[in-house]
């Protein structure tokens, strides 16, 4: 099973709209995820900000293709290459929060509910994926690729 | 002469067709200059990355204006004002970059020329203009409005 084929078994809400990657604490892609199928990339890579626009065509593996392309393009996968030891983190508004690791993907659902008290309630659902996992920007674009497909489909 | 007319009058009159502003070295600010008075800003507020069009409209106050209130919306001016760092470099293309501190604006250039034999040369030019500066989003706002001014003087 591939990472975005697991990545997809974990998350269950289809609404993520923004979503943003974060190295050493400091931003270093936002996806925007629109109505139409043009997904907005903007990178940072510690020299200057970036925008690049990849349309989905309901083919995740051409599209995370294309997404690595760009991130490769604008030096974003030297920037986390470089950066070995270190977790990328992301997070998306308002319920996903994940961190990536050599070999581990970890991601936090938090959902709010109301008890039988009419209490608020928060649930936090939380999964680890272990797979083969290299610390680059292929994997960057699998975990953009997934949250698109689930948008998407 | 506020500083944005009297950098207008340092820095040469020619398109800087992008400018890149950094905080602590991670870029903040990327402005984007088309042929059509449009600029794009892509703003890092180290929450996540945001782009912004504004378009010139030759009023430059304006313009300085939509840009100000921009860079307060998007969190830029507040991440300016709470900086430790007491300084904000910018940078376009390779041969400008600049420093803006509590006490004036630095900017060096480094420009192509002839020698008296006629060979190419590299002439370093350095500007300082010493002034009481307040360090925010304002400050740089006008810079931004000076790059897009410059091809309208």
Redesign the interface.
């Known amino acids: 099973m591939s990472l975005i084929e697991k990545l997809l078994r974990v998350l269950d809400y289809k609404g993520y709209s923004n979503v943003t990657f974060y190295l050493r604490g400091i931003p270093i892609t936002t996806v925007m995820l629109g109505k139409d199928k043009n997904v907005i990339l903007i990178t940072n890579n510690m020299k200057e900000l970036r925008y690049n626009v990849v349309p989905y065509n309901e083919n995740v593996d051409n599209f995370v293709k294309e997404v690595e392309d760009t991130l490769v393009y604008n030096g974003v996968d030297e920037l986390i290459k470089r950066s070995k030891g270190f977790k990328i983190e992301f997070n998306s508004e308002p319920y996903l929060k994940g961190e990536i690791s050599e070999n581990k993907i970890t991601i936090d659902q938090v959902d709010v509910d109301v008890d039988d008290k009419d209490g608020e309630v928060t649930i936090t659902k939380r999964y680890g994926i272990t797979t083969v996992i290299e610390m680059k920007a292929k994997t960057v674009a699998e975990v953009i690729g997934a949250l698109t497909c689930l948008r998407f489909t | 002469m506020d500083v944005m007319r009297e950098l207008a009058r340092v820095v040469a009159i020619k398109r800087y067709p992008?400018v890149?502003f950094y905080l602590n070295?991670?870029?903040i600010?990327?402005v984007?200059f088309d042929n059509n008075n449009n600029a794009?800003l892509?703003?890092?507020n180290?929450?996540?990355?945001?782009?912004k069009e504004i378009t010139y409209k030759r009023n430059v106050d304006v313009y300085v204006s939509e840009v100000y209130d921009a860079l307060v919306y998007n969190g830029i001016d507040e991440l300016i004002r709470t900086s430790k760092d007491q300084k904000v470099t910018f940078r376009s293309g390779s041969n400008l970059h600049g420093t803006i501190s509590r006490d004036g604006v630095v900017v060096e250039m480094d420009e192509g020329d002839l020698s008296d034999k006629r060979e190419p040369k590299m002439v370093h030019k350095k500007y300082e203009i010493s002034t009481d500066i307040e360090l925010s989003g304002f400050t740089v706002a006008q810079i931004v409005g000076m790059f897009a001014y410059q091809p309208f003087l």
């Open positions: 992008s890149t070295a991670v870029p600010i990327t984007n794009t892509f703003m890092n180290m929450e996540e990355i945001r782009s």
